[in-house]
């Protein structure tokens, strides 16, 4: 059993949890991602690691209620526990095996949108604490909706927030903000971006024109992360790739989004339906 030791709420259906879990996060790196499931009986679900403490032997993971399942797990309070909690999973990001001196002389220009600010945080935090230089973009719908803001500001050198509906930061979109930041002079050497898959099509789209490298994460596609569902097949430069054994980060200008987006939306209709069903059964308090 993995016990919770914290839990918050970072916006509406949002969730941080810590948990005790020792061996994972003194073997955790940049990139990887893990699988809870919540008892024995219940679904195993990818979730990205949000940040890691080898010397307090705690990871944490951001969960979004989707569907019943992350509902369920949303509903434990600090002091429960999860049945499972397997990781760390996934090839840690590449600049990983960069040294000290190389990340000094690079500059790296993160993008991340709604959620995924919980995978840039630990990556982000990796690079600036190695002498990097690193910018981040976060985009949100609103205000209120953005997550990991306060945490994000001290392991970069410049945050831009972005909102959809202006309530706070630049108007607009992540890419809209990185075509600002380039005009107005900034170099990248590198750009990450995470986030919803309509958004790091966007952002692959934009940053090519810019001819800035970038890597994209597709862990949202992620179901048994074992490579054995085939769920998170994907096209990668003309090859099927699975993002679980193989990623969660790619290449961005080799990835057929498309393709991606199609798989995506594969079980949309059986989670709403599970989800609702879960809500009118179990007089849930989660949304």
């Given amino acids: 059993m993995f016990k919770i030791l914290d839990k918050k709420l970072l916006a509406p259906s949002i969730y941080m949890m810590e948990v005790e879990a020792p061996r994972l996060a003194s073997a955790a790196k940049p990139g990887q991602f893990l699988v809870v499931r919540d008892d024995e009986k219940g679904e195993r ?45 996934g090839c840690p990001s590449e600049f990983t095996a960069m040294s000290d001196e190389q990340l000094k002389s690079t500059r790296f220009l993160f993008i991340a949108g709604g959620v995924g600010a919980a995978p840039v945080y630990p990556q982000a935090k990796y690079l600036f604490q190695r002498g990097a230089r690193v910018d981040v973009i976060m985009g949100a719908k609103s205000a209120g909706m953005l997550i990991y803001e306060e945490k994000m500001s001290k392991v970069c050198d410049n945050l831009f927030i972005c909102t959809d509906d202006g309530s706070k930061g630049f108007h607009g979109l992540v890419t809209a903000k990185a075509k600002e930041l380039v005009a107005e002079g900034r170099v990248y050497d590198q750009a990450v971006a995470i986030g919803p898959m309509i958004m790091m099509k966007f952002a692959a789209l934009t940053l090519k024109e810019l001819a800035i490298p970038l890597t994209v994460s597709l862990n949202t596609l992620m179901v048994d992360a074992t490579g054995m569902c085939g769920a998170c097949r994907v096209t990668v430069g003309g090859r099927t790739r699975f993002a679980c054994v193989e990623g969660p980060e790619f290449n961005a200008y080799e990835v057929d989004f498309d393709e991606a987006m199609r798989r995506q939306t594969m079980y949309r209709d059986i989670e709403g339906h599970d989800r609702e069903d879960y809500i009118e059964h179990h007089k849930c308090n989660i949304r």
Avoid at 59 to 65: L, P, S
């Fill in 45 to 89: 679900v990818p979730l990205t690691i949000s940040d890691f403490d080898a010397s307090k032997g705690s990871v944490e993971m951001v969960i979004q209620t989707i569907g019943a399942s992350t509902m369920k797990m949303c509903e434990k309070e600090p002091g429960d526990a999860f049945a499972d909690v397997l990781g760390p999973l």
